[in-house]
Nanobody, 113 residues
Framework: QVQLVESGGGLVQAGGSLSLSCAASGSIFSIRAMGWYRQAPEKQRELVATITNGGRTNYADSVKGRFTISRDNAKNMVYLQMNSLEPEDTAVYYC???????WGQGTQVTVSS
């Protein structure tokens, strides 16, 4: 059974940075595009960034130029480097193998103004 474990969240002031990590177990990692999603209180879960198994990336307009998604296929890891954080980035962040129904427990990111 595939497991996803996100880590790296926390409390940071506006303008600061955080680096999220997602450890994925199971054989699907190397053949799947991976995504980072987030869900703020009382809002729908939204896509933040995706990366194919070949490294092609895509970003939501709201995070372009500030966030960077990357992956290490050998380690079954996907990362999200978040810079110039804004209070609007406050949410629970999840990693997700695209095209599956698998979700981890998420990691809370809180950005204070």
């Amino acid at each position: 059974q595939v497991q996803l474990v996100e880590s790296g969240g926390g409390l940071v002031q506006a303008g600061g940075s955080l680096s999220l990590s997602c450890a994925a177990s199971g054989s699907i990692f190397s053949i799947r595009a991976m995504g980072w999603y987030r869900q703020a209180p009382e809002k729908q879960r939204e896509l933040v960034a995706t990366i194919t198994n070949g490294g092609r990336t895509n970003y939501a307009d709201s995070v372009k130029g500030r966030f960077t998604i990357s992956r290490d296929n050998a380690k079954n890891m996907v990362y999200l480097q978040m810079n110039s954080l804004e209070p609007e980035d406050t949410a629970v962040y999840y990693c997700h193998p695209i095209g599956t129904t698998m979700w981890g427990q998420g990691t809370q990111v809180t950005v204070s103004s």
